[in-house]
């Protein structure tokens, strides 16, 4: 069976505490967006894709389509989602389609606001982060069976 997990839904470094001096977590904070029954890896994506954007200050739709969609990881984030994915006893198999639901719960957890009102600033939001990135899934797919 799939397993789901407690999700943070804003895991990113401005929302973990370390004890001073060291790298032992402390606290996590602002779990407004969290849930009981989450799908496993989307907090491991998203502080990933954050600590990706605070390094390059690329936007996080870019970040996503162009390295992490195709799971170009350097050899930490892929020990750290291997590790993760080897705790929960989940195949590597299911490292993409869950990056396809990050995307989906990221969307709709960031923006739902936005997305349902008539503006400009919607439609270059659809444009930039929804419909370029459902293009990139589709091309990803399309040539498998």
Sequence with gaps: PFKTVWQH???KIEN????????RLKTIIDWDLARKEGLPLL???????????????????TIFRERFLKE???????????????????????????MVMFWITHIASRYGQLLQGESAQKEKF???????TIDSIWHLYEAKP
Excluded at 72 to 95: D, T
């Design 9 to 11: 839904g804003d895991y």
């Design 16 to 23: 973990i505490f370390f004890a001073p001096g060291s790298l």
């Design 72 to 98: 170009n990881f350097n050899r930490i984030e892929k020990e750290i989602i291997s590790g993760y994915m080897r705790a929960l006893g989940l195949s590597m198999h299911y490292v993409r389609p869950l």
């Design 126 to 132: 659809m444009r930039e982060n929804v419909y370029r």
């Design 43 to 61: 907090d491991v994506l998203y502080l990933l894709i954050y600590a990706d954007n605070l390094k390059t200050k690329e936007w996080i739709s």
